[in-house]
C-alpha cells in the first residue's frame, strides 16, 4: 500500500512531468505561429544580403560564396544544368524538386522554412535539411543560379541545446528532490497525528501536538487537541456514570433482594411484611425510572429529526403534569404557584411533556417542606417558561455542567442523593430538538431558577 508521502512526491513529479510537456507544446505552438515566419524573414534578409554583396564583390563565386559558409553558413548552389555546389557543412539532405529549382531560376524565392513540415519545435528548428531553407536567384557571370542559404544552427547554437537540456534535466531532479524534502515536512505532523489517534484509540488522551503553525495542520492540529480533551472528559463522565449507575442499580436490588428473602422464610410479622412491600415498591420505581431516562435518551440520540409536531395549548399541558404530581408536592407541604397565559405552540406534545415533568419533578425532590414552586410564563418574540423554587440551590462552580450528560453535582449534597444525571441531559435534547434554548441560574439556600425558550 502505498503511504502518504510517496503519493505526495509521485503527485509532484508528475505534476512537474505534465507541466514541462505542456510547456514544451505551447512553445512549440508559439514558435509554430509567431518565430517560424520571423525566424524565416531574417534568413531572407541575410540571402538577399549575400546576393547584394556579390555584385559589388570581385571574388569568383566559390571564393565568394567560401568565405560566407564560413561564417557559420550553410549554401548549396545549382546552375542552370541542375549541378549543384557545396558550401560550408553539408546538409543531411539534397533531395529538392526540380520544379522549386526551375522556380528559383526564373526569378522567384523559395520560403523552404515556413513551409517545412516538422511536428516537434526542435526538429523544426534543428532539422539539417535542404528543404528547410532559403532560397534565392543570383547572378553568376550572366547566368541566373539558385542559391540555397540556411545558417549552420548546430554550431551557432549547438552548446545552447546543450545547456537548455542541462537546464531542463537539472530543474526537474533539483524540483524532484526539494518535493522530496518538503513532502517530508508535509507528512511529519500527519504521522504525529496518527500517532495520536492510535493512542486515543487505545485509550491514552494525554497527547501533546505542535498547534503553534499558523496553516491548515496547525488548525487540525489545534482541533485535535481539543478533540482528545473533549473525548477525555467525556470517557470521564461514562466512567463516573456507569459507576453512579452501577450504585444506584446494586442498592435498590441489594434491598429487593433483602426484604424479599426475609418475606419468603416468613422471618418477620405480617406489619414488617407490609413495610418490606412498599420499600420494594418504592425501588422497583427507582429503576423504572433510571431506565425509562436512559432510554428517552438513547432515542433522542438516534431520532433527531423524528418529532412529531403538533399545535397544542402549552399552557394547560403545563397545569396537567402539575396536577399528575400533585401527590408528590402536597405530600411535602410544598406551595405552587402559576401564572401560564393562553398560549399555542407547534411542537411534540410527549416530548414536552418530560420537559415540565423532569423539571417539575427537580424542584420537588430539592426543595425542602413547606418551600415553595413558581411557574410561570411569558409570549413576546418567543415562548418563555420559568420554573423556579426554593430549594437548596446548586453551587455555582457546577451551574454550567449540570446539563452535561451523566453529570451528577455535588454527591455530598441531598440535591442529588437520588440522582442518576440524566433527567437535565434529556430536558436539553428535547429543548434542542425543538430549536430552543433551556438555561438555570442558581445560589445556595435560596432555590434554583430554570428558563426555557422556545420558538413561536
Known amino acids: 500500500m502505498k503511504t502518504l508521502y510517496v503519493r505526495i512526491v509521485a503527485t509532484f513529479a508528475l505534476i512537474a512531468l505534465v507541466s514541462g510537456v505542456i510547456a514544451f507544446f505551447i512553445s512549440n505552438l508559439y514558435y509554430q505561429i509567431k518565430l517560424k515566419d520571423y525566424n524565416e524573414g531574417k534568413i531572407l534578409e541575410i540571402a538577399n544580403e549575400i546576393t547584394t ?39 543531411r539532405h539534397y533531395e529538392m524538386d526540380e520544379d522549386i529549382i526551375h522556380s528559383i531560376l526564373n526569378g522567384h524565392t523559395y520560403h523552404g522554412i515556413s513551409e517545412f513540415q516538422s511536428s516537434l519545435f526542435v526538429t523544426g528548428f534543428f532539422k539539417d535539411d535542404i528543404k528547410n531553407s532559403i532560397g534565392v536567384p543570383i547572378i553568376v557571370d550572366g547566368e541566373t543560379q539558385a542559391l540555397f542559404v540556411r545558417p549552420n544552427v548546430e ?35 500527519i504521522k504525529k497525528l496518527t500517532r495520536a489517534t492510535r493512542k486515543i484509540a487505545g485509550g491514552n488522551y494525554d497527547i501533546q501536538l505542535e498547534s503553534n503553525r499558523a496553516d491548515e495542520i496547525g488548525d487540525l492540529a489545534r482541533d485535535f487537541g481539543l478533540m482528545a480533551k473533549s473525548l477525555k472528559k467525556l470517557d470521564d463522565m461514562r466512567q463516573e456514570f456507569v459507576a453512579n449507575v452501577s450504585h444506584e442499580i446494586q442498592s435498590p ?16 410479622s405480617p406489619e414488617q411484611a407490609d413495610q418490606y412491600l412498599e420499600i420494594i415498591e418504592k425501588e422497583s420505581m427507582r429503576l423504572s425510572s433510571l431506565s425509562k431516562q436512559l432510554l428517552m435518551l438513547s432515542s433522542l440520540d438516534k431520532q433527531v429529526k423524528a418529532i412529531n409536531r403538533e399545535a397544542f395549548r402549552l399552557d394547560e399541558q403545563i397545569r396537567e403534569v402539575v396536577l399528575l404530581m400533585e401527590w408528590e408536592w ?17 411542537a411534540d406534545h410527549q416530548l414536552l411533556q418530560q420537559v415540565w415533568t423532569n423539571l417539575l419533578a427537580n424542584s420537588i425532590k430539592f426543595t425542602e417542606e413547606s418551600g415553595s414552586i413558581y411557574i410561570s410564563a411569558v409570549v413576546d418574540k418567543e415562548i418563555i417558561v420559568t420554573v423556579r423554587d ?40 428535547i429543548i434542542d430538538l425543538h430549536d ?21
Open 53 to 91: 554583396l556579390y555584385k559589388h564583390s570581385d571574388q569568383p563565386i566559390d571564393d565568394f560564396l567560401m568565405n560566407v559558409a564560413n561564417m557559420n553558413f550553410q549554401l548549396y548552389l545549382v546552375d542552370q544544368n541542375m549541378k549543384g555546389s557545396k558550401f560550408g557543412d553539408e546538409f
Open 155 to 189: 554550431k551557432q547554437f549547438g552548446e545552447m541545446r546543450i545547456v537548455f537540456s542541462l537546464l531542463l534535466g537539472f530543474t526537474f531532479f533539483i524540483s524532484l528532490a526539494l518535493i522530496t524534502l518538503f513532502a517530508t515536512f508535509l507528512v511529519r505532523p
Open 253 to 268: 436490588l441489594t434491598s429487593i433482594r433483602g426484604f424479599t428473602k426475609a418475606i419468603r422464610t416468613k422471618s418477620v
Open 330 to 346: 402536597s405530600g411535602k407541604g410544598l406551595n405552587l404557584a402559576i401564572d401560564l397565559p393562553t398560549i399555542v405552540v407547534e
Open 390 to 429: 426554593t430549594g437548596i440551590g446548586i453551587p455555582e462552580t457546577e451551574i454550567s455542567h449540570i446539563f452535561d450528560r451523566f453529570y451528577m453535582a455535588d454527591k455530598s449534597r441531598n440535591r442529588t442523593k437520588s440522582g442518576s444525571g440524566l433527567g437535565l441531559s434529556v430536558v436539553k435534547k
Open 436 to 456: 430552543g434554548e433551556i438555561s438555570a441560574r442558581s445560589q445556595l439556600g435560596e432555590g434554583t431558577e430554570f428558563i426555557v425558550r422556545l420558538p413561536l
